[in-house]
């Protein structure tokens, strides 16, 4: 079966032309993964969701309720993902937010798709589109999103998995829907979100399963030579996980996955509840 | 009476939850002012949404399509706005754009506002969100505005008309919903829109307005100097016109409207169709 979609707790697909997340972006969301009805790392996507709504002014929901919409919009379907969008709900015509928004709450859930072997590494490219710098945004989820539907316009070749993306100043910084990590020496880095990019749940779960490990981890800026002299490269997302990269293209080859790649996938795969 | 809302040509008020316009601010869009039910500098609003449209790789409908449009949401209503809206329509979670979108085409009016007489010079203040850079987005009227609703989330007395915004480099930018410009010893000066910023129709008319009547025009950097040093500063946009600002919080006051201002005002206010 196909997927539910929950608007504000009734099954609709509906929302107004007056919503605030449409005419402006005025809002975050969540991607989840979802296995036997249940969503994984559900209390860590509560904690950045309120990190964002802290942050625009948006009231988010008591987790509770958003748990039981999950699971109602999960029945029938058992594993897949939920997507939850929360926006600062409908208003008239200005940029200023209402005093008291009426938030609308969209919880869509989706079939499982189709996933690689994660022991076969992926091929990722280089895109074009630079990530604009703003502090006031970076880290969360918000639904301005436009930096990476135009990098995935960049390239049709199913073969290739993922972009990573730059911000303006040159650092690689993540890819289109994805954070990335680099394993040099034994150590593993990832790129700082102080100023662009997305802080992902599945990148917290790696930065902890690697002190659990005993894998020294840094969070640096990182450049593109970086990527060429490292001897692992993964991406982390929440619904596909822990990713190896097996090729960066016209750039270089890993023989992966590696070692410190592999322990961090399993110890992530079994992380989680 | 209220205004009316049109999507795809339909009365309605309502767009999919999977609408890309919703899900990644995945679209653009334009507000239009309108007087005996027609809108007021239309070839240029299109001209936009199709440069728009272009770098976005989104298709833009025939004008008269739009025009068209216009003129029913505007029926009954006769002076006011028409706020045009083009997403790239639904589509299943993922920031790839679709090979051929069914772009989603969205008609709203409104009733006009209550305006301040133009004589009478606004206050203004300085935002402190700041401007992210991305030459990719720059200029279009895009659907990614958090960066605008932070703005003006900064300040609530009704007294303060706008907002001022510099991009994150320190330059003055434009408003959160209008361009500036500044008079300085009889030249015209207006900040570059080349890494951030909506190229206004109003300020693509003032700048022609100005060679008209012979007015040096300078595209330039503005830093926020410039403006203490000005002798005149306003402000543009379609549907407020020219607005001769009165006062900077903090900075300083100015006796708007200057003589320059002036001359803008009156001709722009009398040009367009």
Redesign the interface.
């Known amino acids: 079966m196909i997927g539910r979609?929950l608007?504000n707790g009734v099954e609709?697909?509906?929302?107004?032309?007056?919503?605030?997340?449409?005419?402006?972006?005025?809002g975050i969301?969540e991607?989840m993964s979802a296995q036997d009805g249940r969503v994984r790392n559900f209390e860590r996507h509560m904690e950045r969701l309120a990190e964002g709504g802290r942050r625009?002014?948006i009231p988010v929901p008591d987790p509770r309720l958003v748990a039981e919409e999950c699971a109602r919009a999960l029945a029938g379907l058992g594993a897949g993902?939920v997507?939850l969008?929360l926006?600062?709900g409908p208003g008239p015509?200005?940029?200023?937010?209402p005093?008291e928004p009426a938030v609308t709450r969209?919880v869509?859930s989706?079939a499982p798709k189709p996933r690689n072997d994660p022991e076969d590494g992926i091929v990722v490219r280089l895109c074009e589109?630079?990530?604009?710098?703003?502090?006031?945004?970076a880290g969360i989820k918000?639904?301005?999103?436009?930096?990476?539907?135009?990098?995935?316009?960049e390239w049709?070749d199913p073969a290739i998995a993922e972009g990573l993306m730059s911000a303006?100043d040159g650092r690689i910084v993540c890819a289109?829907?994805a954070n990335v990590f680099l394993v040099k020496g034994g150590r593993l880095l990832t790129p700082a979100i102080r100023?662009?990019g997305v802080a992902g749940v599945m990148r917290g779960l790696v930065l902890e399963a690697a002190r659990e490990l005993g894998i020294v981890a840094e969070v640096v800026d990182v450049r593109i030579d970086d990527l060429g002299a490292a001897d692992e490269v993964f991406l982390t997302n929440a619904i596909t996980g822990v990713r190896p990269v097996g090729e960066i293209l016209g750039m270089r080859r890993y023989a992966a996955p590696g070692d410190a790649t592999r322990a961090l996938l399993e110890r992530t795969s079994r992380a989680g509840a």
């Open positions: 979609r608007v609709s697909s509906a929302i107004s032309v007056d919503d605030r997340g449409l005419q402006y972006g005025d969301f991607t625009l002014g993902s997507k969008t926006t600062r015509r200005s940029y200023r937010p005093a969209i869509v989706s589109t630079p990530l604009g710098l703003n502090p006031r945004l918000h639904l301005n999103r436009l930096e990476q539907v135009m990098a995935c316009a049709s303006v289109t829907a100023d662009c």
